[in-house]
């Protein structure tokens, strides 16, 4: 391992911000993680996953732990099921696609989100129907304090939309090694029914689809509407769908009846963000080399050399823009990072 000094991060996160790290090291294994860990418990760290869910909103004063851990296993199966296990620094999409390789079921409709396996649990990410709660069992996590690794279950993790126990009461106290996933061998779960999966499956002339068919289905529909990072700096969905109850969607589709929603499970109704924000007028907007992206309006874009406080700026006046005219606040999905209290760790 090599701590280098006054690292440029543009390449380690997916918005492209040129923030530099007063030192950097990647670790590939969880015994150079304590070691590191252990010869620097007195300074200021931040862990660095896939970069995906993150902005840099100035030059990081602390060191930087890369997350490089590799491998993936099948730990145990079944004729109906297996578990698999995957290190926390395998990328999620060659993750999900090696799943589909070998025909186990579950992930395909979390097809092409960016980022590592290592850092999906902390977001509980999900797309199209399905989260990684649905799928997951159990994962191994570093304890920032001993240095012991730690299993947690799901019912650990405590997930709810977009959270997990590692955003809340535990927030930078673990590092996430591991994941282990239950997935189908046959008789797949196949769900069509979320946003515009049944129609590009038909339009392909598929009506009973697998799961390749599925996880096909929705990397084409990603690829419509999300830039690819690699050309247009960018992390996403910036912002989260909000969730509102009964009381509060009444009143909100009583005066906006065209308005996208979807149920959810106890009864509240989530309203697409990104709806919210194109009828505030800012798709396709630009603010110097910060923007909105033109298809998407939920996806805040790097054109080339904006700051995270640039980025920033911008979230906070479509934060505040939707609010005004809506009613309802919105808030960032992404991590927004910055300041760092001492003694802490942080997970992008």
């Known amino acids: 391992m090599e701590i280098l000094k006054e690292y440029s991060l543009k390449a380690h996160n997916t918005f492209g911000i040129d923030a530099k790290a007063r030192a950097y090291v990647a670790v590939s294994s969880v015994e150079e993680l304590r070691e590191v860990l252990e010869a620097n418990r007195h300074q200021q760290i931040l862990v660095l996953g ?14 930087v732990v890369h997350m490089d851990i590799k491998g993936k296993e099948i730990v145990r199966e079944d004729e109906d ?48 129907g399905v989260e990684l709660k649905d799928t997951f069992v159990g994962c191994e996590a570093l304890d920032r304090n001993t240095l012991e690794l730690v299993p947690f279950s799901k019912e650990e993790c405590r997930f709810g ?11 930078d ?42 996880s096909q289905a929705v990397i084409a ?13 960018n992390s996403g969905s910036f912002f989260k769908n909000p969730v509102l109850d009964k009381k ?5 589709i009583e005066n906006h009846g065209e308005a996208p929603h979807y149920k959810v499970d106890n ?21 110097g080399d910060a923007g909105v992206h033109e298809k998407q309006a939920l996806v805040l874009v790097n054109h080339g050399n904006a700051s995270g406080q640039d980025i920033l700026a911008l979230a906070q006046k479509v934060m505040a823009a ?23 760790v942080w997970n992008p």
Not at 221 to 233: E, S
């Open 221 to 233: 529909i990603r690829n419509r509407k999300l830039p690819d990072p690699k050309v247009l700096g």
């Open 267 to 287: 009864g509240s109704f989530k309203v697409p963000a990104g709806w919210l924000i194109e009828q505030c007028g800012f798709k396709g907007k630009r603010f």
């Open 50 to 63: 896939g970069g995906s869910n993150m902005l840099l909103t100035r030059d990081i004063e602390a060191l």
């Open 322 to 344: 939707v609010e005004r005219k809506f009613n309802i606040a919105i808030s960032p999905e992404v991590n927004l990072i910055g300041q760092f209290p001492t003694g802490k």
């Open 161 to 171: 939309y977009r959270d997990s126990v590692f955003k809340s009461v535990k927030k």
């Open 248 to 252: 509060e969607f009444q009143t909100f």
């Open 173 to 214: 106290a673990y590092i996430i090694t591991a994941v282990t996933f239950e997935l189908t061998k046959k008789n797949h779960r196949i769900a069509t029914g979320y946003g515009a999966i049944e129609s590009e499956l038909r339009s392909r002339g598929i009506h009973d689809p697998g799961i390749k068919d599925v």
């Open 81 to 128: 099921t297996v578990w698999v296990r995957a290190m926390a620094g395998e990328n999620w999409h060659d993750f999900v696609l090696w799943t589909l390789e070998h025909d186990f079921g579950g992930l395909e409709n979390l097809s092409l989100i960016p980022g590592n396996t290592g850092t999906a649990p902390i977001q509980n990410i999900g797309a199209y």
